[in-house]
């Protein structure tokens, strides 16, 4: 997948015309801001001059925002970050296109247990204020996970995740009016 693409489809999913909104008139936006120099840092190695101009200017957003994520992490097409806020994501995480996230969101690692190990997180999920997942755990498509809502279970495509300890509810197009569009994947 061409590395400018992935870039347009972040893009997209803070403005629907993309051909009509420039990548540079987007980097007025605080998430996209992010997002763009998070992709620029994943695509080029330490080693280029390109690659530590974009590292220091993820460090200096990272600090900014408060947002935590490694370039090495696993993040498809289409992420976008709603808010200003603390975000913490272990670079071992898996997460699938067209994901939100909002502030105050841990996805994290279990360092002993049955469920040792990092979330792998399916495309078009919803993640709340808050929300903590933690754990060898996998979350399926199409999935809301509520506002402060502890997750360390398994999550079925097409459900809504409530509570601590996690209730799963499954609905039919859960993330209708939460994640409003979505590039052709």
Sequence with gaps: MKKQSIIKADLYRYKDEVSSFSIFKGLIVPGFRYVYFLRKSSFYSNKTIAGLFYRFMLLVHSYFYGF???PSTKIGRGLYIGHRGTIIINSKVIIGE???LSPGVTIG????????GTPVIGSKVWIGTNAVLVGSISI???VLIAPNAYVNIDIPANSIVI??????ISKEDPTA?????CPEV
């Design 163 to 168: 509570g601590n300890p996690a209730k799963i």
């Design 177 to 181: 009016g939460y994640i409003l569009s």
């Design 98 to 100: 067209c994901c939100n």
């Design 140 to 142: 399926g498509d199409n």
């Design 109 to 116: 690692q279990t360092n002993r247990g049955a469920k040792k």
């Design 68 to 70: 935590q994520i490694n």
